[in-house]
């Protein structure tokens, strides 16, 4: 019973430190100071890249939050969620399409320009 009670603490205390988060973003994490883009793969431990606020944006209230990949003839959605309060960083946008600031690979990710705002503090 020790050992169950002793494991459930520790459990619930990675929980709300902030050792996980309950709603994980593929672009998107926060430490101390601010945003950052975490890169993490099997046999290295991450890097991050901070992240200016002013490059946040959030998904509009009423749509549905779709990640793009774009490929040679179009843009496809793909499977991966906003998560985070469906924050994403934007490196530039064009006339349509907004590209996501990912620098831990060689996918491009975008968004429909029309469905995020600027962050409002």
């Known amino acids: 019973m ?3 009670t002793l ?8 929980i709300f ?7 994980p973003n ?6 101390n100071y601010g945003f950052v883009s975490q890169c993490a793969g099997i046999f290295d431990f991450g890097a991050d890249y901070e992240i200016d606020d002013s490059k946040i ?6 749509v549905h939050r779709t ?3 774009k490929t040679e003839q179009n843009f496809i959605p793909t499977q991966i969620n906003a998560g985070l309060a469906g924050l994403v960083p934007i490196e530039s946008c064009g006339d349509k399409w907004c590209k996501i600031y990912y620098p831990c690979g060689q996918k491009e990710y975008f968004v429909k320009k029309d469905d995020i705002v600027k962050r409002k503090y």
């Open 57 to 62: 944006y959030a998904f509009k209230k009423n």
């Open 2 to 4: 020790k050992i169950l």
């Open 17 to 23: 430190s902030g050792c996980m988060n309950p709603i």
């Open 26 to 31: 593929k672009f998107l994490t926060s430490n």
């Open 67 to 69: 990640i793009y990949i």
């Open 7 to 14: 494991a459930l603490t520790i459990i619930w205390m990675a």
